[in-house]
């Protein structure tokens, strides 16, 4: 079974400044997807980012970009520019490409992000 | 379009009680998957449904399940209601084979 562990409970960053959510995955498979998701106070769960396993670059979203180590099973959200808006949980996610079951998900435990003026 | 819409929003029930938990997915979308998150967790898969039929289960006890209509809606069902089950449980929908899986709001439930 997969696992995802995000280790940062909470952060925080300046507006206008980086800050970088870390993930960390074990699979034994070789094609899978993996994305960010974040939950606002709304509690409505909302794609940030997502990387594809067989490209080795790294996905990009305006202020959001991902550091994907597939080697070391790593993928790493950096935000920059940070905006008061970006406060919310922040979760990590993993799909296998195989599974036949199609859109389940596997979720880390979240990391707070704090956005401070 | 209308996004993935779930009812009811919050709801309180006894233990021992059961309930159902409705979904309408983005109108296209046939596979319909059903998260719980309890409180300071992230979400744990428990049901996926493609074309009416059961296509994934996560590890959750029989007093959970659900159903997919012919229109693609989905209910959740949980009998006997446990303490335990207080969480907000989301919904998602997709394509079966898509990249990306869009959420409801989610229906806070309370068991008391």
């Known amino acids: 079974a997969q696992t995802v562990t995000q280790s940062q409970p909470e952060m925080s960053v300046q507006e206008a400044e980086t800050v970088t959510l870390s993930c960390t995955y074990d699979t034994s498979e070789s094609d899978y997807y993996l994305f960010w998701y974040k939950q606002p106070p709304s509690r409505q769960m909302i794609l940030v980012i997502r990387q594809e396993a067989y490209k080795q670059q790294n996905a990009t979203e305006n202020r959001f970009s991902v550091n994907f180590q597939k080697a070391a099973k790593s993928f790493s959200l950096k935000i920059s520019d940070s905006q008061l808006g970006d406060a919310a949980m922040y979760f990590c996610?993993?799909?296998?490409?195989?599974?036949?079951?199609?859109?389940?998900?596997?979720f880390g435990e979240g990391t707070q992000l704090t956005v401070n003026p | 379009d209308a996004g993935v819409t779930q009812s009811p929003t919050h709801l309180i029930k006894t233990r021992g009680q059961h309930v159902t938990l409705r979904c309408s997915p983005i109108?296209?979308?046939?596979?319909v998957s059903w998260y719980q998150q309890v409180l300071g967790q992230g979400p744990q898969f428990i049901f996926q449904?493609?074309?009416?039929?059961?296509?994934g289960r996560g590890n959750f006890p029989d007093r959970f399940s659900a159903r997919q209509f012919p229109n693609y809606s989905s209910e959740l069902n949980v009998n006997a209601l446990l303490l335990g089950d207080s969480a907000l449980y989301l919904c998602?929908?997709?394509?079966?084979?898509?990249?990306?899986?869009?959420f409801g709001q989610g229906t806070r439930l309370t068991v008391v």
């Open positions: 996610a993993y799909r296998s490409e195989g599974e036949t079951s199609g859109s389940r998900l596997t």
């Open positions: 109108s296209g979308h046939k596979s």
């Open positions: 998602a929908s997709s394509t079966f084979r898509g990249t990306e899986a869009f």
């Open positions: 449904y493609y074309e009416k039929e059961e296509r």
